[in-house]
């Protein structure tokens, strides 16, 4: 028999197979789609605004959806109702994490015009490096701003619309081209860079006398010696280090980086938080978290940045940890799960007018701090993300410190600044943009 005759049965074969699989599997599942074979509902989604394509199958599939991206199947959580259901009220059956195939193969001048990415970035990037190996980098350290400069491309580039094309083919990773080899350099030279701190820890540690996480680290290492089962290796170490880094540094500065354009925008806002800071705070010392629950307006303003810049759309990843049977409807053990946090955090039953910046969605009449249930920037249950508390912290004391300090100033016309986010994809990130600091 002629050799293509026999490949394209062979095809033909592994096609009608996979069909079967398909119509056998989606029968368990939520509703969704019809997947395509080997792509799935890739060709349906819209890479660079994933958060509109989900909200446009749940108009169709309801809060519960199964999509195929690629081969296997995806139960995606939308609105706030099957979000919280799952996260919080089922909060250990879906407590696994879910496949990010990049991640895993990376884990083996005063008062004139100026991009804000670099102070907000080096600030929140030196409050992790205090915390990790008790040093605090000078803003002109070539290597710190070299080490900075990889952990933050990283972040644009995974919130790339390829990147999503290759978390979702996994087998395009080894065999293509493209932006995702220039995060596994990164991650490299970051894990290269952070591999010779703890060889300076090894070599000055003093039990005794422990420094910082790394040396607390490299402590219960000692003490699990004996163990033979035990995870505290040097290789889980410069892993753990590195994921520190990059969820402790970029998102914080860019949240605070979206923040100030926010108030650009709204300079109206920028005021009413200014009046506040004078009145409770004063010129005479610095901000600090006791006057957080005097300053409701301020409070109010950071979560509203955090719910309208909407950092995280889709979380990162889950996985059910058994056969878990949601709404009806059967979840096998493994399945991936997106919780759309997007849907949360702009319904507008509970914020009217999701899509404008308004700290009044979280005032009462009276002008008093409103907390929300809706409120989950930082994902809920189980694997909420374990900085919220520092991320508070840090948004809090840096934007009162800089409005205490400095008034904003654009060099565009309220009208004309854009705050539309140029990536929306892992992340979202705010568009470039200059602004004066004027001191007061």
Sequence with gaps: MDPVVILLLS????????????????????????????????????VKNINQS?????????????????????????????????????????AGRG????????????????????????????????????NRFDYNDQDFLTFMDKVNENVRILSSPWLQVCNNFPSLIDYCPGSHHTVFKNVYYIRSYLSEKIKEHQESLNVANPRDFIDYYLIKQKQENHNQQSEFTLEHLETTVT??????????????RYAL???????????????????????????????RSHMPYTDAMIHEVQRFIDLIPTNLPHAVTCDTKFRNYLIPKGTTVITSLSSVLHDSKEFPNPEVFDPGHFLDKNG?????????????GKRICAGEGLARMELFLFLTTILQNFKLKSLLHT??????????????????????????
Excluded at 105 to 127: E, H, Q
Excluded at 243 to 256: I, K, N, R, V, W
């Design 11 to 46: 095809l033909s074969c592994l096609l009608l197979l996979s069909l079967w699989r398909q119509s056998s599997e989606r029968r368990k599942l939520p509703p969704g789609p019809t997947p395509l074979p080997v792509i799935g509902n890739f060709l349906q989604i819209d």
């Design 99 to 134: 496949s990010f195939p990049v991640a895993e193969r990376t884990n083996k001048g005063l008062g004139s015009p100026c991009d804000p990415t670099f102070i907000l970035s080096c600030a929140p990037c030196n409050v992790i490096c205090s915390i990790i190996f008790q």
């Design 415 to 440: 009208k004309d600044i854009n705050i539309t986010p140029v990536s929306n994809g892992f992340a979202s990130l705010p568009p470039p943009y200059k602004l004066c600091f004027i001191p007061v």
């Design 368 to 380: 008093n701090f409103k907390k929300s249930d809706y409120f989950m920037p930082f994902s809920a």
């Design 261 to 291: 354009l926010l108030l650009l925008k709204h300079p109206h806002v920028t005021a009413k938080v200014q009046e506040e800071i004078d009145r409770v705070v004063g010129r005479n010392r610095s901000p600090c978290m006791q006057d």
């Design 243 to 256: 994921d520190l880094f990059a969820a402790g540094t970029e998102t914080t500065s860019t949240t605070l």
């Design 54 to 94: 989900f909200t446009k199958f749940s108009k169709v599939y309801g809060p519960v959806f199964t999509l195929y991206l690629g081969r296997k199947p995806t139960v995606v959580l939308h609105g706030y109702e099957a979000v919280k259901e799952a996260l919080i009220d089922h909060g250990e059956e879906f």
